[in-house]
């Protein structure tokens, strides 16, 4: 979606932002175990400043990891799994009951498969493996979840990055979120 892009944009543009170190998928692990891993390394990112990962982005993928086991509908989720999203969504509205801002970034998903072909740092990513079937179910989720994260208030400004560079969307942010460089 072009997060640790914009990050790396807001930073040249003088704000502090904290982006997240690769996380590679461990072969060994269970999908929700390492998304359980990953949510805890976004957390660590959490700070009051400007950072390249969310936790609503972990809330969603935690919802997406039945589907590697087979499941395609919100309706099977595990007890368990929907319990680990509802930790996260209850952290989410701490921080907005705190004063932090959400932006949810948003693409293509034919232009994120495209993005994410560029990369390659990581040997085993299951997630990508299934890629065009689960980020199409990835972006059913979003859909689903981001109308009411904005009727609710969690998400503050939606950018669809799709045919925007890094910097163009950095403006957008600091110009709609009216961001103060000094406070970051």
Known sequence: MGKTSTCEALRRMGFECKKMDRVC????????????????????????????????????????????????????????VKDVADGIMRYVKELKSSGHKFVWLTCDPIENLRRLNLGGECRYRPLLEQRSLFIGYLKELESKYLRDWKESGIVDLVVDTTHKGPEEVAREVVEKLGLDKGRG
Do not use: N, Q, R, W
């Open 25 to 80: 998928y461990d072969p060994d692990a269970k999908p929700l175990e390492f998304e359980i891993f990953y949510y805890s390394k976004v957390l660590e990112l959490i700070g009051g400043e400007i950072a390249d990962e969310s936790p609503l982005t972990a809330y969603l993928y935690v919802l997406g990891t039945p589907f590697l086991e087979g499941t395609l509908s919100e309706i099977d989720i595990p007890p368990h």
